[in-house]
């Protein structure tokens, strides 16, 4: 009797010794998994981000950003919008809005 409950009690303390470093163990790979799934979206974005720069050096690109995303248009050209209902008319006088 005396043999077993020693038995308990060596079996209670190793127990209890080994379950916060399990836990914290368990904790660590839950971090690190999500760090790996960091890095390969960073990856990824890097690898978007480098393609868009290596389309910058393309002239009929930047022609096409320039026009879409910032509005540039070419001399003698006239830029026609159509509004949507409740959008505003442009301050500026270059362009012709239809409705």
Same mark, same amino acid.
């Given at each position: 009797?005396?043999?077993?409950?020693?038995?308990? #009690?060596?079996?209670?303390?190793?127990?209890?010794?080994? #379950?916060? $470093?399990?836990?914290?163990?368990?904790?660590?790979?839950? +971090?690190?998994? &999500?760090?790996? &799934?960091?890095? +390969? +979206?960073?990856?990824? /974005? =890097?690898?978007?981000?480098?393609?868009? #720069?290596?389309? @910058? /050096? =393309?002239?009929?690109?930047?022609?096409?950003?320039?026009? /879409?995303? @910032? $509005?540039?248009?070419? +001399? %003698?050209?006239?830029?026609?919008? #159509?509004?949507?209902?409740?959008?505003? @008319?442009?301050? &500026? %006088?270059?362009?012709?809005?239809?409705?």
């Amino acid at each position: 009797m005396l043999q077993r409950l020693r038995f308990l #009690i060596i079996i209670s303390i190793l127990v209890g010794l080994f #379950i916060p $470093g399990f836990a914290r163990l368990q904790e660590l790979k839950s +971090k690190l998994a &999500d760090a790996e &799934d960091q890095i +390969k +979206k960073t990856k990824s /974005d =890097n690898a978007l981000l480098e393609e868009r #720069i290596a389309r @910058m /050096d =393309n002239q009929a690109y930047l022609e096409i950003v320039a026009r /879409d995303k @910032m $509005g540039v248009v070419k +001399k %003698g050209e006239t830029v026609i919008k #159509i509004m949507r209902e409740g959008e505003e @008319m442009p301050s &500026d %006088g270059n362009t012709t809005a239809a409705r």
